[in-house]
Nanobody, 126 residues
């Protein structure tokens, strides 16, 4: 198993930046593909970005393209989501997740992921 703990959320003005971190412990971090999801009040959880085990392949939701960057440091057991040009619509609880599914690809569906962090709140004011 792997345990995930997010950090880095907070309150930021529109146009600002935040860097979310996801610290992993337990099994070897590079055994898992990783994803960042978010959930706003009254809405379903949605994928923001995903990354393969090695970090060589990434995926971004349309809402994140050009503004967010997903990355990982397998040696440091940490994943990251750099968020720039934040908008009020980005306000949500952000979750990192780990997938045990095999292969050297990323995964885009909630049910592809086996382990979840507790979430970190991101609030963007206008």
């Amino acid at each position: 198993q792997v345990q995930l703990v997010e950090s880095g959320g907070g309150l930021v003005q529109a146009g600002g930046s935040l860097r979310l971190s996801c610290a992993a412990s337990g099994r070897t971090f590079s055994d898992y593909a990783m994803g960042w999801f978010r959930q706003a009040p009254g809405k379903e959880r949605e994928l923001v970005a995903a990354i393969s085990r090695s970090g060589g392949r990434t995926y971004y939701a349309d809402s994140a393209k050009g503004r967010f960057t997903i990355s990982r440091d397998n040696a440091g057991n940490t994943g990251y989501l750099q968020m720039n040009s934040l908008e009020p619509e980005d306000t949500a609880v952000y979750y990192c997740a780990a997938s045990e599914r095999g292969g050297y690809v990323y995964f885009t569906r909630v049910y592809d992921y086996n382990y979840w962090g507790q979430g970190t709140q991101v609030t963007v004011s206008s």
